[in-house]
Nanobody, 121 residues
């Protein structure tokens, strides 16, 4: 089995910072793309940022220049550093991992359990 455990969410004032972590464990042969999505109340889940195994990143326009995605391949962990947070960043944040359990298996997508980020004064 594969587990994704997220941490780092919470309540922060506008302009503040938070760092999210998502660690994958279990039967893992290779992790390819990793990413973060978010879902605000009454809205669809949206992509926030992705990073491939080589370190290339992609961000939604709303977070460019404020959020930074990174990964530690040795720890099977992806991070999201969120700076200059705004009330509109309030959402449940989910990590997303594309991985192979065995060398011969296809790639599957796994999701974290979600962590709440609330930006409010």
């Amino acid at each position: 089995q594969v587990q994704l455990v997220e941490s780092g969410g919470g309540l922060v004032q506008p302009g503040g910072s938070l760092r999210l972590s998502c660690a994958a464990s279990g039967r893992i042969f290779s992790i390819n793309a990793m990413g973060w999505y978010r879902q605000a109340p009454g809205k669809q889940r949206e992509l926030v940022a992705t990073i491939n195994r080589g370190g290339s990143t992609n961000y939604v326009d709303a977070v460019k220049g404020r959020f930074t995605i990174s990964r530690d391949n040795a720890k099977n962990t992806v991070y999201l550093q969120m700076d200059s947070l705004k009330p509109e960043d309030t959402a449940i944040y989910y990590c997303n991992v594309n991985l192979q359990k065995y060398y011969y298996s296809p790639e599957y997508v796994y999701w974290g359990q979600g962590t709440q980020v609330t930006v409010s004064s």
